[in-house]
Every structure is written in C-alpha cells, then in structure tokens.
C-alpha cells in the first residue's frame, strides 16, 4: 500500500483531484475510501506546475526562480485529475456502481496494486479472450469479452499507423480460436495474408438476378449522369430478362433490337449500342464478379470461420451494393435462425467493415447505409453484430456510431475526431481525450461493454498480419539490388 | 596478313530433332573451315555460340573438334571466347575449352592478351546485361594490357551485343569500348555487320546458319587484312546455308499454291524448308498437304486461327479422347468402352485384379448391361 497523494480542492462523486507526491501517468490506475466503499480511479490528466516559474516575465527571473524552485520542494506541484470508475467490490462481481459521494478532502490516494487490477482486468471464463497489457502496468493482462462484441457492436477508431487492423486481426484471431463466424469487409485487400487458422478468403460474387437496374447500371460502371443509358437499361431489363436462363444473351438481345431497329430513332439505336459496349466491356473486366448461378452470397460465407472478402478490385458504388447485398442476406438469415425456419448460420455473425466511413457516410447515404443501420439497429436482437473500423471518426454516420456498446479508440488528431468521439462514448472524458494524439502505435483507450473497466492499453502485436503496416522502401530496394547481383556471376559458371 | 573470323556456329542445333536439319550447322562450319584454309588466314577468332546447346551431344563436339584439328594441321590457329550458349547454367568447364586443354586451340575469354606473331588478341566471355558495369570494367582493364604490348595489331574479341542494334540484343554501347584496337570481333548478333569505331574496325560476321526464321538468310565469314594501315574486311557467303521460303494464303488457296510449289524445279543442293502460313477459320489436318510436298522441301505448316487471331503449329492432342475413340471402335458401342475405361481397366490396375475384374464383369452380365 503506497500512498502517492491526497485528495485536494473540489471532489465530485465522479471526479476527484489529487496532488501527488511522485509522478502518475495517465491511464494508471489509483483508489480511494469514500463512504459507499473503496473506490477505483482512472487518472485522466496529470499537470506539473512550479508555482514559482509559472509567474515569470523574463530570463533573468526565471533563472532565479529555477534555482528557488530546485530549494524549494513546495514550489512543485503534481495535479491530478481522476475519474471514478467505480466501487472496486462491485467491479470485481462483474457490476459498474459509482460511488455516490467524493472522498473527504485530504483522503489519501493510493495506487492500485497489480493484484487487484489483475483480478478486475483478467478474466478466464470462456467469453473472455486477452488483447493486450495494462499500458502503464505491463504484467496486468486485459481481457475483452467476445459475447458483447457479438452481441452489442464495436467500434475501432484510430488514426493510420495506431494499429487498427492489428487490433482487428487479434479479435479475428481470437473469434477464430473460439469457432466463431467473421467477415471481414476488407476495402483495401489488407487482410489478404491473414495467417491465422480457419481463414477463408471469399472472392466477391453477385448474382446479377438480384440486382434492380439501378444496381446493375452502377455494377457495370454506368455514370450515374448517363440518363439515357439508365432509362434504357430499365426498359430492357425486365423479368423476362431476369429469369432467363441465359441472363446476359437475352438482355444483349434485347438491346440489340433496338440497336438494329431501324424504326427506333437514332438517339435510341446509339445508346443501345454503347449499352451493349459497356455491357461487353463489363463483363470482360468484371466477369468474375458476375455469377448469374449463385443461388445466394451466402453459400460463398462458411460459419464458423474467418471470411475475408475482397473488395479492393471493386469501385466504391460497387463495393457498397455487394455490402448491402450480402448483409440484407446475413440479416435474413440470423432472422430466419431466430425464428427457427431454415437457414445457414445457427450462431451468431460478426461483420468487421474495414473503411466504415466509405460504408456509412455522415453526410449522404450509401448503397448499404441502410442495412448497415438495421443492422447496428436491430442486430443485437438477431446475433449479427458489428465492427467497425474507421480514421475519420467524424465522417461516420452518428446515429449508427451511437449504437455501438463498445470502443477502441487511438491516436485521432483531428479536433472534431476527438469531439465525436466524446460526443458518441461518455467514457472517453475530455480530458482523457486530451491525449489521444499522443498514444503510440498499439496503445488504445478501451472502452464500453466490452471492458469491466476502460483503461488504456498496449495491444498485443498479431505476427499472423503482415499487411497494414508502411512498406520497408530502402530494405526492399536493397533486397531487390541484392538480388541482381546475388545471382551466380557468369565469370563463376566458367570452371577452367 | 589475313585472319578469319567466325561466329555463332551454333554446332549441334536441332540434334536429336531432325538430322537433316542438324547437318546444315555442321556442313556451314567446315566450309567455313575449308574457306580459311583455302585463303590460308594465319589464324581463325571465333566470337562465341561456338555450340548450341551447353550439353551438347558428341557429334557437335566431333565436328568441332575436326575442324579445329583440321586448321591446326594447316598451321592455323583457333582463337575463340564463348557466348551464352556455351557456358552452362551450372558452374562447369564449357565443353570448347577442352580444345584450349588439348593445346589446338586457344580460349581468350579471361582478359589475358595472346600474341601470335604480330597480331595482340584480347578477348572476354560474355557478360549478361545486369553485369553490365564489370564488363565495362574489364574492357577498360583488358584494353590498357593489350596496349602494353608494343608495336603489334590489336583484336579485341566479345561476344556482346550493341545497344541499339538487335532489338533487345544489346548489352553494352559502343562507348563502353576502349579505340585501343584495329579490329573488334564481335559475336551475338546473328546478322552480318559492320561499323567503325575509332581508326578500327568492327564486325559481326553473323551466324554460320539461320536457326530462326527471323534470321538472315544468307550466312558469311569475315576475311580480315591486317596487312595495312586500316584493316580490309572481306565477307566470303556461306554456299551450304540451307534456302528457305515462306508463303502465305488463305486455306482456300492453300492447295492451288502447293500445285504451284510441287511444279517449281530447284537447282538448290539443299531442300528448301518452306514455311507456309495458312490463315483459317477452324484447324485442319496439315498432313496430306506436308506429305505431297515433302519431295522437294521441308515443310512446316503453320495455321493461323482468323477468329483468334493467334497461330496454332499443332494442336495438343487430347489423349483421353482419343483412347476412348480408339475403344470405341475396337468394342463396337460406346456403353462399351466406358466399362472397359471407366471399371474394367480400373480394377485390372488393381493388386488383386483378378477377383476384382471378375466381380465387375459378373456383375454387369447379371444386370444384362451391355448385352
């Protein structure tokens, strides 16, 4: 038992100050007695401040007041600010209770021993899988419970380079060591040396049946001002068309009756034959995606395995219309799973969207917006449950971000990032917002559902995950310059 | 004084392929052989590709060996450095330079400079393009040797193409070479060429015979006359050099043109390899058509798909189709070969084949299948 400081000026029942007799860094962990009970403490900021040198106007001075100062130990003073995170024997039975008195004024502080924090953060029942380490307490495993990212969302948002897809990939990892079902939504083809046991790489695949013709114009890369293109395609794309075993023959046809008619006029007959291009042209570059067999995405998506699907190749209008395709499917499927009807997944579905902001814009509504908010809406009911991982927390649409139960936030700079994400978790405080910019790679507020307590932490590193991170130029250019010359001589192939 | 100069041989191309074919490097070599003799060179360079093949078989290394000797009896000297042909992709001795270890033959490949009478010859294997900056190196290195040796006629020889001059050929340019020299012989490039360089002379002779299509069709070896100030060339044609001709029709005409071809009478000592590219819509059988033209030349038919748009030389035959055709017909019903392939022929590769075939053929004369 140390005490490291006392209770000083205005304690709330949920913020206390402390001077401090050494140093505490924020993020660590300290307690207090209060009338309900011992209470735990996040310490949130950590101000040093010499009174003396705080005041002075010029050099000289300031050269006086250093050396007053280094006499004078009262002339430094350690201020604390801590939130409370509630009565230490409620969170070691799993309950978050806030104390509804402060401490008295001159209550001693004291830090949290590792025991205690070890007991509170480790969990080893089976829902519990361990992320990572106690940022300023390093044999203190942290634990997160996997059923409340299955079940109440998650939201991973940090800056490029504070380990996002690390973070992803570890939860991957670890849905995977407990049979659980995942898709990753990967934007950017990040996840595509994923090494981890169970992965299963999806290619995407739609069935143009199921696509109205709107969708199938931005499919087949149809400017979206191509009026005429549009409405003809609309014509043209009836049910006959739709139901033909032959889908592309029968709508090329099709077109083609008009490009050939000569009673049609002119505009018609040239829009129909640029139709017929873009639908040639299409199918030659983006044929693969096109499988007008498959039944439902579905098939495509194994339970209980990590599915990976591709979207790198694919336009953002595209990428969003297959998203919205294969979630409504996962969606109805959960429900049917619910409802006891047939269906593929019987346990619960955890939907990672790599980019979210390209999925869920704040300002307008995308192809999957939709699905996306029934399902931050709804999912919980059904067992389909989000992740989301995004940079710009502040061009992700607020309503579904305001869903999610659960957070891991690192590294955002940007002042509205940070005023989001306060905005959408009241566990991340003003104040320990205030140093979000300064996490380094791998460390990340946990908060929400997910965490007995929120606590900053050092994530563990995913060897299996080899994307993600800056490319090695000068060690690839000396790798690749290595190689030129490594290669056997012409001089050592001649033995004379 | 004149020497020869020689190169790209490319002794034992198309061995173990076609004979015919595989003569015509050898016969090309020892006219070259006979025309240095007959104009009594005081010395032969061969630039490299001396073989084709880094594993050749023994005849290429017999007529090579001949030749030399042949020259050697004359008093001749036979110089060379290797090309990328001779030297194996493995460490290895090259198959020539056990000439240079008989002692009829000298290999110039290392840089050191060779003099024979009052001609200094320096030469350097060849480099590939990524060693470009050591070859470069080594020029510079092999020149300033060579031009310590006083009062002498300098020949560099290298098996290295010129930037520029072949397509993709190309190695080094032209000022990657030290003027330190009268004569430069080159090898690499299969076509004849000359050009200056400084008060010196350059060439290539070219290959002694065509290997590809592509290729010159007339074949030389240099006659050089060091004997004054500036070095003469003389270009001597190669008699033996197989002709070649090449048409092109659509299959409509082809046979139209192949009456055409059987009439036309040759003087030539050497068939003609012919090249007839046919442009069709669907493959056909070339045979009867290489057959009755086979008298007179060697022929190669080469069909070019329309539709496609690419050429197909021959179809790769699908052998499990044709086993099933073949089965087919010896049985006499398709239901037939399919339990002869599919059942039969399996349980026949089986260890225990013999109960297991019985059972099979019991059983399908039990349920009156292939009755």
Known sequence: ?496 | MIIGHVSDTHLGAYAGKDREREQDYYDAFQEAVDIFIKDHVKLVIHSGDILDSSKPYGTAMKILAEGVKRLNEKGIRFIFTLGEHDISNVPSTPHPYILDVLGIANYVGTGEPLVIGDVVIAGLHKYKKVEREELCRKIKEVANRAKQIDGKRRILVLHQGLIGLHGFAGEISKDDIPMDFDYYAMGHIHMSYDFRHGNGLGSYPGMTHWVDWDDPETSFVNLVDLSSDEPKINKVRLESVRPRMERYVKFGELETLVRELISLKHEDHKKPCLLIKVETDRPFDPKPFEDSLSVSYMVDIKQILKEVGREVLHEVPDMDAELRRLTEVALGSNEKAEFALFELLKALNDEDWRKGALEIIWKVFKEGRLR
């Open chain 1, 1 to 496: 038992m140390v005490e490291i400081g006392i209770v000083v000026g205005e304690a709330r029942p949920e913020r206390i100050q402390f001077l401090a007799k050494d140093v505490v860094r924020v993020g660590e962990f300290v307690r207090a007695d209060t009338v309900d009970g011992r209470v735990l403490y996040l310490v949130e900021s950590s101000k040093l401040e010499s009174k003396l040198l705080s005041k002075v106007g010029d050099y000289i001075t300031a050269i006086e007041a250093r050396e007053a100062s280094k006499v004078n130990p009262r002339d430094t003073v350690r201020h604390c600010t801590a939130r409370a995170v509630g009565l230490i024997e409620e969170i070691l039975n799993g309950r978050r209770v806030y104390p509804t008195l402060p401490p008295d004024p001159g209550t001693p502080v004291f830090l949290a021993e590792d025991e205690l924090l070890k007991r509170i953060f480790h969990n080893s029942s089976k829902e519990w899988v361990a992320v990572g380490k106690l940022l300023r307490r390093e044999n203190v495993t942290v634990s997160v419970n996997l059923n409340k990212v299955a079940s109440r969302h998650l939201a991973i948002l940090a800056a490029t380079g504070k380990g996002k897809s690390n973070l992803l990939a570890l939860i991957a990892k670890r849905i995977a060591e407990k049979n659980g079902t995942m898709i990753i939504l990967d934007y950017h083809a990040e996840y595509h040396e994923l090494k981890i046991e169970k992965v299963k790489f999806v290619p995407p695949r739609i069935n143009p049946r199921y696509l109205d013709s709107e969708e199938l114009a931005d499919m087949l890369d149809i400017r979206s001002d191509a009026t005429k293109q549009r409405d003809l395609l609309r014509k043209v794309y009836g049910k006959d068309v739709v139901k033909s075993p032959d889908l592309w023959g029968t709508l090329k046809r099709k077109l083609e009756s008009y490009a050939n008619n000569e009673d049609e006029e002119f505009q018609t007959r040239a829009t129909a034959s640029r139709l017929l291009e873009i639908i040639d042209r299409g199918l030659a570059i983006k044929g693969k995606i096109f499988d007008t067999e498959a039944e439902s995405p579905l098939n495509l998506i194994e339970p209980n395995k990590i599915n990976v699907l591709d979207l790198s190749e694919l336009t953002e209008t595209q990428a969003q219309i297959i998203v919205a395709h294969y979630l409504t499917e996962i969606l109805n499927d959960r429900k049917n799973a619910i409802f006891k009807r047939s269906s593929r997944f019987k346990s619960p579905v955890i939907i990672a969207v790599e980019e979210a902001h390209t999925f869920i814009p704040q300002d307008r509504s995308s192809r999957c917006s939709d699905v996306l908010a029934r399902i931050a809406r709804e999912g919980r009911k059904f067992g389909v449950s989000l992740i989301l991982v995004s940079q710009r927390p502040c061009k992700l649409n607020a309503d579904v971000v305001s869903q999610m139960g659960s957070f891991a936030i690192s590294g955002l700079t940007h002042p509205k990032d940070q005023s989001f994400v306060m905005d959408v978790t009241d566990e991340v405080s003003t104040e320990l917002g205030a140093t979000l910019p300064s996490l380094n790679t791998g460390e990340m507020i946990l908060a929400g559902q997910w965490v007995t307590v929120p606590a900053l932490v050092k994530v563990d590193h995913v060897e299996e995950k080899h994307m993600g991170k800056d490319l090695d130029a000068i060690e690839l250019w000396a790798e690749e310059a290595n190689v030129r010359r490594k290669g056997i001589s012409t001089e050592e192939l001649i033995r004379l």
